[in-house]
């Protein structure tokens, strides 16, 4: 699937999870520059991107993910239902 | 054994270092590594046999058997088996810590008695022990098929009672790959002698004066009550973080670069900052193998989506996340020991979590963190925390939940006790000294001096100086067999 399509999709999740219509995420995205983005909302946010691309993070990945470039790679990596 | 007694600076210490770095081991094929491997094992089931040489036994069986269990998750591929073993780390894992730690707590509720004693660190090594089987689990990390190494990352002397918790990540590939370096060493020397000045030269004494107000919280005056729980506040923070950084030295003396475990936790301005500086290993392994996965199993999924279909959006998402964070708090008071003091602390951090978190106050609080300058609010939100915290360790230190209340009563006038009493002014004065500089030490200062001193050779000498002075003090402390106890050896 393109890079471009999993970002745009992305960033509907992040709009939607932390009510923000202002966020445009890129690789460089993380939970410093995203200030609602903490351990409480943490999982809301991957459980939703499971959800829209329909695939599973291991709990390793859960943990593991520094920012949106990391996030993508793995959905990359993963091959998911969306469309091209 | 305890690092600040005699037995283990001028014994243990040196007879373990004479071995593992003894020249005969550069003429082995492999550098010495097994050897040296094996030194360390060896000395870490004496170090720790040493007290109570029948929970050797203990600890050596939990590694066969989680040993065992990682062989099999690296053997089997099927879901189904991989669930059973999963089972079987828990239960294992799990039900020792119950049988010794809880068992007589539970059996307490029920109006029984049971008394077991509590192996040493048997909660360290527990949750490292779990660490590799779950990354395991979870194909983080590769299985490890040599039961020596696997059984050093454990049992290894300078975390294995007190942390920091060590996870098998983290020193995975230094078990065998590992370089001990001059640079290393000195740091490991530097830290581990700053660690014991910590112990011995603070937090010891502190420890008299904390000691006396809680013995007795009864006759306590207000100004005493408040001067007592000011010292344990202190004399803990001193105590453990002294006791990881001569952990974290000793390991990077034999070439380990354990994690850090504590980052000035007293100077946050909120209880979520406080708990990214305060003992972190615990924080982040309840995170990532507790927090994270139960806000995201099965259960806590659907909770969230039903919640959303009945609060609403914004409201219900919240749900499943403030109730994993209940069973974390619960978990950390419990963690701590088997004890309503531990679970009531856990539930006033679980408040004041929530607290911060529903209200956005947390966040606000650490934007401020970030920045420069003097601010009121800083004051205002440092006031909050160091509140709470006074209060929080009244529930930790005092003996029974009754006690703990009738101390923080008396810290609030709530009692017919006096105001102040001759021994107020009696501890206030042997302590005029000791009282700044301690807090004094809980914040940057030390290091921001050090990096006021631009030339590396004037700041390498002081350095030099303060080591050999803190070194000493605190060797004629021990040597004159000063009040010594450790808390966290009770976890």
Request: net charge positive.
């Amino acid at each position: 699937m393109m890079e471009e399509k999993i970002y745009e999709t992305l960033n509907e999740i992040f709009r939607d999870v932390f009510d923000d219509d202002e966020i445009v995420v890129d690789a460089k995205t993380n939970s410093d520059t995203i200030e609602d983005w903490d351990s409480l909302e943490h999982i809301n946010l991957v459980v939703a991107i499971e959800k829209a691309f329909g695939l599973k993070f291991s709990m390793d990945e859960v943990t593991g993910m520094k920012d949106v470039g990391e996030m993508v790679e793995i959905i990359k990596a993963r091959g998911t239902k969306l469309e091209d | 054994m305890v690092f600040s007694s005699n037995i283990f600076l001028f014994v243990f210490l040196p007879v373990t270092l004479l071995f593992y770095f003894n020249p005969f081991t550069k003429k082995c094929k492999d550098g010495g590594r097994t050897f040296k491997n094996i030194v360390l094992l060896i000395a870490s089931l004496v170090f720790y046999g040493w007290g109570e040489p029948r929970f050797v036994f203990i600890m050596m069986a939990s590694i066969v058997l989680n040993y065992l269990i990682g062989r099999g998750l690296g053997k089997y591929e099927a879901k189904s088996i991989r669930r059973w073993l999963l089972a079987a780390l828990l239960v294992l894992n799990i039900g020792l810590l119950f049988v010794f730690k809880y068992l007589g707590f539970v059996a307490g509720i029920f109006g029984g008695a049971i008394s077991i004693a509590l192996p040493l660190g048997i909660s360290f090594y527990t949750f490292q022990i779990l660490s590799y089987g779950l990354d395991v689990y979870f194909n983080k990390d590769k299985v490890q098929k040599n039961i020596l190494l696997l059984g050093l990352y454990i049992s290894m002397f300078p975390q294995l009672v007190a942390g920091p918790i060590v996870r098998y990540g983290d020193v995975s590939e230094e078990l065998l790959n590992r370089k001990e370096t001059s640079a290393d060493i000195t740091y490991g020397v530097r830290r581990f002698v700053y660690g014991l000045g910590k112990k011995v030269l603070l937090a010891n004494f502190l420890a008299i004066i904390a000691d006396y107000a809680f013995l007795s919280p009864g006759t306590n005056s207000v100004m005493t009550s408040w001067l007592g729980t000011i010292c344990y506040t202190l004399q803990i923070y001193f105590d453990f973080s002294g006791y990881s950084d001569m952990a974290i030295g000793l390991g990077r003396i034999f070439g380990f670069h354990f994690p850090e475990n504590f980052d000035y936790p007293y100077v946050s301005l909120s209880f979520t900052e406080y708990w990214r500086r305060w003992h972190m290993t615990l924080g982040s392994w309840m995170r990532d193998y507790l927090f994270y996965p139960l806000q995201k199993s099965e259960g806590f999924v659907h909770l969230g989506g039903w919640a959303r279909g009945i609060l609403g959006k914004k409201k219900g998402k919240y749900v499943p996340a403030i109730l994993s964070l209940l069973v974390l708090w619960l978990a950390m008071g419990f963690w701590h020991g088997a004890n309503w003091n531990f679970v009531l602390w856990g539930l006033l951090f679980f408040v004041l979590m929530s607290f911060e978190s529903l209200s956005g106050m947390g966040k606000k609080a650490l934007r401020t963190t970030g920045e420069k300058g003097f601010q009121a609010k800083k004051i205002a939100y440092h006031i909050y925390v160091v509140f709470f915290l006074l209060i929080a360790y009244v529930l930790f230190r005092a003996d029974s939940l009754p006690l703990a209340f009738r101390y923080i009563g008396n810290m609030f006038g709530g009692t017919t006790n006096s105001f102040v009493d001759q021994d107020f002014w009696k501890y206030l004065k042997n302590i005029r000294f000791l009282l700044p500089a301690a807090i004094l030490l809980c914040t940057p200062f030390a290091r921001w001096i050090s990096g006021k001193i631009k030339k590396p050779l004037v700041r390498d000498i002081g350095r030099g100086v303060a080591i050999l002075a803190i070194f000493v003090l605190s060797v004629l402390s021990i040597v004159t067999e000063f009040y010594n106890p450790f808390i966290y050896f009770n976890f």
